[in-house]
């Protein structure tokens, strides 16, 4: 049996070394905290990156977790030069992004990010919208925008209401599962769209759950029996260590308008809830 090879950190670091060349990048490698920092000397800003989780994909996805991490990291810095040439310009198009609570709420240079919030395991942050990329907005961009912290949310979540919500469907044990899944960047924002997931509860016959594991896939449930929980545990898992931006592996109960994590759901509780649907 031939045992799989498990990538290091340094060998991470001197890969994406090796696919980014540029005598602009400054790399710091802290072994401490396994982080990388990665500077631009001449835009005077730069990211830090979390190894761990690009070596967990690595484990599963190879070649393609590499390719993910230096697309993100060439986007975002062209989106910098682009910003400092041109400035934000006009027209802007802002969305909502979903991230989980324990997301930083700062910049590496402190600056605090706009965001709301929304439910125990997620909060909402505000994105300006690059094209191939998106810049999450933070205090000191509000003059360059022109627009009050107020003025974008309620945009953004407008913009947000006019996003397509096609979906796929899968049948597990008679249960029925929704994906919405249009790889835009903003799959998991549609938990926003208040007249979708009422639209949605009115064809659920079961309870109603939904799950955004990662900011690419927005999970909507038809649970009609305890297998079906099962089933969404072990799915949303899966697709929370695989997906590029993970958000949460915890799963919500939707009713009258409230999420409600899963997890703090007694047997009892369910069984009210049953009780109500019949």
């Known amino acids: 049996m031939e045992v799989q090879r498990v990538m290091k950190s340094e060998e991470l670091v001197e890969t994406l070394k090796v696919r980014l060349p540029s005598e602009h990048f400054e790399w710091r490698f802290d072994r401490k ?11 005077k800003n ?3 990156i979390s190894l761990p989780e690009i070596l967990a994909k690595y484990e599963t996805k190879k070649e393609t977790a590499i390719e993910e991490i230096v697309y993100t ?9 682009k910003e400092q040439s041109e400035g934000f310009g006009e027209n802007l198009t802002i969305y909502p992004v979903i991230r989980s609570t324990s997301f930083p709420e700062k910049t590496s240079i402190g600056h605090k990010f706009l965001t709301k919030s929304h439910t125990a395991e997620t909060r909402i942050y505000y994105a300006l919208d690059l094209g191939t990329t998106y810049r999450l907005i933070d205090e000191s961009m509000l003059e360059s925008i022109g627009q009050s912290e107020t003025e974008i949310m309620e945009s953004a979540l407008f913009r947000v209401r006019s996003l397509p919500t096609s979906m796929k469907q899968d049948a597990v044990s008679d249960n029925i599962f929704y994906f919405v899944n249009n790889k835009d960047g903003y799959d998991a924002s549609r938990i926003l769209n208040s007249a979708f997931l009422k639209e949605m509860e009115g064809k659920i016959q079961g309870h109603m759950t939904v799950s955004v594991p990662h900011q690419d896939v927005l999970i909507i449930g038809d649970i009609r029996n305890d297998t079906g929980y099962d089933v969404l545990a072990q799915m949303t898992m899966h697709f929370f260590t695989t997906g590029a931006v993970p958000v949460t592996s915890l799963s919500f109960i939707y009713e009258d308008g409230e999420l409600e994590p899963i997890f703090i759901m007694g047997k009892n509780r369910l069984a009210r809830r049953e009780g109500k649907k019949k």
Do not use: P
């Not at 905290?33 to 835009?43: M, Q, S």
């Not at 990291?73 to 030069?81: G, L, P, R, W």
């Open 33 to 43: 905290t396994d982080k990388v920092r990665l500077e631009h000397k001449l835009l």
């Open 73 to 81: 990291i060439n986007e975002t810095f062209s989106a910098m030069e």
């Open 46 to 48: 730069g990211m830090d």
